[in-house]
């Protein structure tokens, strides 16, 4: 996720790392045990919760966990996030960019084959990005929007040129869309990659499996010769399914039941805290939520403490109404953070003309597990403040196509991403298409294009405050807490770590880890 350049990214890589750090907890359940050299052999059954059955593997969307776990099984991406927070070489081999970070070079990695026998080049690096560029549905146009042109210079040379200066580019490519398959591919049912994996039979919505591609390019991984994905999207199935051992590991675990798991002597909790909250998404589109003052009465109806013990019970950490967590360097920590204030939440409502609001909250747990009783503890707080919200429970399956960015006022997450400018630029640039509550601010926008470049961190800070403080104070999300992501595993699945980006190791667990012999 620069030969000013190298020195430059590895100062910046040190600093990113030493934050997330602190925000890494770790595997609980059993001490920490010696490093220990992968084997090879066995069935791993993953329960994952997150799929539908619209799921397919086109990179263009990939909007919830199970997608975004099988992708990386077939496919590989262009960098790599590590368990450090670090952006390290994957299919880009190497890097370097020229004073002011607009041109960049990127070698591909040499001796890399498509499970079709295909030899990596450029070519299918450049059609994998080119595929989220220009006219096109994918949830990554805006983050590809930034490539002023994508050239190849030799078949194992890429160069990127972007619109202005992005000192951070190998993060922004470590995004999950940008996994590569052949040059022209299309067939997004039957995917062909690089990856660990190849698909030998698929179920969307149900079930999945995969087996080892045997000629896989990373030492160390594909250790296991089979993966099974069976989809479990109601949580109390999937703890059942890890407990009885129908299944190795699992996702989302509910924080209800992480104390009972982790006493099980033959299971392990990995937690992971990062980037990951939890939202409460308003088009600021549509009545009533055009209104800044009806958004800020809304931010001051919930009751943050309470949220975060009753439907996470504190496993996280409050959230301030904007996206960018404690462990960032460029989190703003003087920032005032938010009080439940019903009266507060009257005067903004009589600041729009209102004396009471109804609104109706579309929730359902495919957002976060307990979202749905979140929803109900803040329908609760927000009445002592004269707003009444109708909680309207959405199905699981179908949800991120049929309610999320379609309802006015619904509920969301975003498991964070490496860097400020990623997060920002993905989830509140005006013209992004994942810009959930469409906010639109000019300031906003052109700040964050002047900070991309800016190679001065203190001027860099100062921007990224500004532009979390515009979020908190006019921006369409209310965000009450980030939560740390808690996976469950069996004991006999070896080599667990920890991740600073997304849960199931950075969607990259079937990849990494191997069966106890």
Not at 127 to 141: P, Q
Not at 151 to 173: M, R
């Amino acid at each position: 996720m620069t030969s000013i350049s190298k020195g430059l990214i590895l100062d910046r890589r040190s600093l990113i790392a030493g934050a997330s750090a602190l925000g890494i907890a770790g595997l609980m359940g059993r001490p920490a045990l010696a490093q220990e050299t992968p084997v090879r052999g066995g069935v791993f059954v993953m329960g994952i919760g997150g799929g539908s059955t619209t799921d397919d593997f086109d990179l263009r969307k990939l909007t919830d966990w199970v997608p975004v776990n099988q992708a990386y099984m077939v496919m590989n991406g262009l960098v790599e996030i590590d368990k450090d927070n670090v952006a390290q070489p994957e299919l880009f081999e190497s890097w370097t960019a020229a004073e002011g970070a607009v041109e960049w070079t990127f070698k591909v990695r040499q001796g890399v084959t498509f499970h079709n026998g295909k030899t990596l080049t450029a070519d299918d690096i450049i059609y994998s990005l080119n595929i989220h560029r220009g006219e096109t549905t994918s949830a990554a146009v805006s983050v590809a929007a930034a490539f002023k042109d994508v050239a190849k210079v030799s078949d194992s040379e890429v160069k990127i040129t972007l619109e202005s200066g992005n000192a951070d580019l190998p993060y922004v490519l470590s995004d999950y869309h940008f996994l590569v398959v052949p040059d022209g591919f299309q067939a997004w049912s039957n995917p062909i990659g690089t990856g660990p994996f190849t698909l030998e039979s698929f179920e969307p919505g149900v079930r999945a499996r995969f087996v080892r591609n045997e000629s896989y390019w990373k030492p160390g991984c594909a250790n296991v010769d089979a993966v099974e994905v069976i989809v479990i999207n109601d949580i109390a199935a999937r703890t059942n399914a890890l407990m009885s051992g129908q299944v190795h590991a699992i996702n989302r675990v509910d924080f209800k039941t992480v104390d009972l798991l982790s006493q099980a002597p033959n299971l392990q909790i990995v937690r992971s805290a990062g980037g990951q909250h939890f939202t409460f998404l308003m088009d600021c589109t549509q009545a009533p939520f055009q209104d800044n003052n009806v958004r800020m009465a809304i931010k001051h109806a919930i009751n943050r403490d309470q949220l975060l013990q009753t439907a996470l019970l504190g496993n996280g950490r409050l959230g301030n109404d904007h996206p960018i967590p404690s462990t960032d360097r460029f989190y703003h920590s003087e920032l005032a953070q938010r009080p439940y204030d019903p009266e507060k939440a009257k005067y903004y409502l009589k600041q729009a003309g209102l004396d009471s609001l109804k609104v109706t909250l579309s929730s359902s747990d495919a957002a976060f597990p307990g979202a749905v009783d979140a929803a109900s503890v803040f329908r609760t707080a927000a009445s002592a403040a004269g707003i009444e919200v109708e909680v309207k429970r959405e199905p699981t399956d179908g949800y991120w196509d049929n309610v999320w960015m379609k309802a006015p006022f619904c509920m969301s997450f975003w498991g964070g991403r490496p860097t400020a400018d990623q997060m920002l630029t993905i989830a509140y640039q005006s013209a992004s298409a994942q810009n959930d509550t469409r906010w639109a601010n000019e300031e906003f926008d052109k700040l964050l294009v002047e900070a991309r470049a800016l190679l001065d961190e203190n001027r860099r800070r100062e921007i990224y405050w500004r532009l979390q403080e515009l979020i908190s104070n006019e921006g369409g999300a209310m965000i009450p807490m980030f939560g740390d992501y808690i996976d469950a595993s069996s004991t006999k699945v070896k080599g667990v770590q920890p991740h600073p980006m997304f849960n199931l190791m950075g969607a990259r667990m079937a990849e990494k880890v191997w069966l106890e012999a």
